[in-house]
């Protein structure tokens, strides 16, 4: 039964990422779109995908660290009208959760797929709630609850935003690519105080630290030329934040709609184009035994006109979510750790990495 309901999820996900329905029915991402919270928070239903993504670096009370990701996505299938029955089949949710165990240094990950059912998985403004099973991110006077049981592995945290969503790109589009539509909209959390528990393999620990929230809905991104991307999330020690990607194409060169978001320490956030900083993988690599792929896990960051030197690397090399099959998405995101200097003072921070297409290019279409 375990190997079936694998096979199943496996089989759920490779279906969200391979299917071509058609574009006809679903909203592309125009610039000037107006957000609104906390009605942004929730589902979409007129855009084709959506996901939102949480991630954070964590600490015991005695020190041992940790980074998790708690991810859930939908993707339509059909915006039939007439599909009213609990059953007809009008969106997939996947989700996705893992545990970095930075001290012991294991990585351990679980997926899951549902169609929405009889309130299997979902994302509901009125219940101000996005699921996928016994897996939640709930929204209850002014925090954020996640809570996620795999087998080896628990989370539950409260999440208190120190800061408003920030919106990235400019216009209400992350611009991913040439041509109208080729974007999402996109928003964040970028400081998020975390407290709660977590488990991993039987061992329970208390946890506090900060977590981040993206949130990115659309019906078309990347172009044909275009292989993956490199994603990078950064909490600086002076309460800033920095989220880069780098879109890299299939000759090598870096994408020109490659861009980044710079957030102050007032949660004022300036857009920054690929030509206002510096994301570049150094000599450090780790090769998966799963997927075969060799991923950069150690990156130079450069911001010139904020005074910006950073090196992020992380303790952990072996943090590749591998799926089940071929068809499924390969990629690696993991915890890392960040030092360097600001205006030549020096500075730290911690974030997250996300590296796609490194096994084989993505098609999210």
């Known amino acids: 039964m375990k190997n079936r309901r694998k096979a199943t999820a496996a089989t759920l996900f490779a279906l969200i990422f391979t299917m071509r329905p058609m574009f006809a029915q679903y909203k592309p991402a125009l610039p000037g779109y107006h957000y609104e919270f906390p009605r942004d928070y929730f589902n979409h239903p007129d855009y084709q995908t959506e996901w939102w993504y949480y991630t954070g670096n964590l600490q015991s009370d005695d020190g041992h660290k940790f980074g998790f990701e708690l991810t859930f996505f939908r993707t339509g299938v059909s915006r039939d009208r007439e599909r009213r029955a609990p059953w007809d089949l ?56 996640l809570n996620a049981v795999a087998a080896n592995l628990a989370i539950h945290l409260s999440l208190q935003p120190q800061k408003p969503p920030v919106v990235h790109g400019e216009n ?11 974007a999402s909209h996109y928003f964040s959390e970028t400081r998020l105080q975390a407290a709660g ?60 709609y490659s861009a980044g978001t710079f957030v102050d320490a007032q949660g004022l956030s300036r857009h920054l184009s690929v030509n206002d900083f510096q994301l570049e993988p150094a000599a450090e690599h780790w090769s998966s035994p799963a997927s075969g792929a060799k991923y950069p896990v150690h990156w130079r960051i450069r911001v010139p006109s904020l005074g910006i ?30 030092s360097g200097s600001k205006d030549s003072a020096a500075l730290r921070g911690a974030g997250y990495l996300e590296m796609t297409g490194y096994d084989r290019p993505v098609q999210l279409r």
Do not use: C
């Open 172 to 182: 209400g589009i992350s611009q991913k690519s040439a041509g109208a539509g080729r």
């Open 90 to 145: 009008r969106d997939l949710y996947s989700a996705h959760f893992a545990i970095s165990d930075l001290q012991e240094r294991r990585f351990v990950h679980s997926e899951r797929s549902n169609r929405s059912g009889p309130g299997i998985a979902g994302a509901d403004a009125a219940q101000q709630k996005v699921w996928n099973g016994n897996w939640s991110a709930m929204w209850v006077s002014g925090r954020e609850q």
């Open 309 to 338: 030197v950073l090196e992020a690397a992380t303790p952990l090399p072996s943090q590749e979510f591998a799926g089940n099959s071929r068809l499924a998405p390969t990629y690696w995101e993991g915890a890392v750790m960040l």
């Open 197 to 256: 528990e977590l488990e991993i393999a039987s061992a329970k620990y208390r946890v506090t630290g900060l977590a981040w929230m993206d949130h990115e809905f659309f019906t078309e991104q990347l172009a044909e030329d275009q292989a993956g991307w490199d994603w990078l999330s950064v909490q600086l020690d002076d309460h800033t934040e920095l989220m880069l990607f780098h879109i890299r194409k299939k000759d090598g060169s870096i994408d020109p």
